[in-house]
């Protein structure tokens, strides 16, 4: 049920050691269909914006989403998403823009507890 992802998403915020403001929305719009929204804020100032739109009756996974780790300056970090504009990668829809390396790349769907991991290690 789309209340038990919710409340899962949640449950990583909380248990993540380096969320300092976590600012989540939540739209349920049926028993297995939601939209997510919401702005974690870190220590160092930096700032993720990410969005999901789930379907439970597909999958686990999303059907959209979008993970935008940011600066404190606003600067781009990384962002992964799955909007259709980059046809010729192995993993299309899904992709990973880093400002790190000025690339955009294939990537699998992460979830927000792996870019949390991966904000963790960047901010170490």
Known sequence: MIDDYFQSLLAI???S???RTPDVSFEKRSAFIGFVRGN???DD???LHFRELINLQLSNQPASYVYHYQ???HSLVFRYDNSPHFPEL???PNHKHSHIESTVASAIAPDLKTVLDEIESLLK
């Open 45 to 47: 100032g930096s700032l």
């Open 13 to 15: 915020l909380a248990a």
């Open 90 to 92: 192995s993993n299309f």
């Open 17 to 19: 050691p380096i969320v």
């Open 40 to 42: 974690v804020y870190f």
């Open 71 to 73: 600066r404190a300056d």
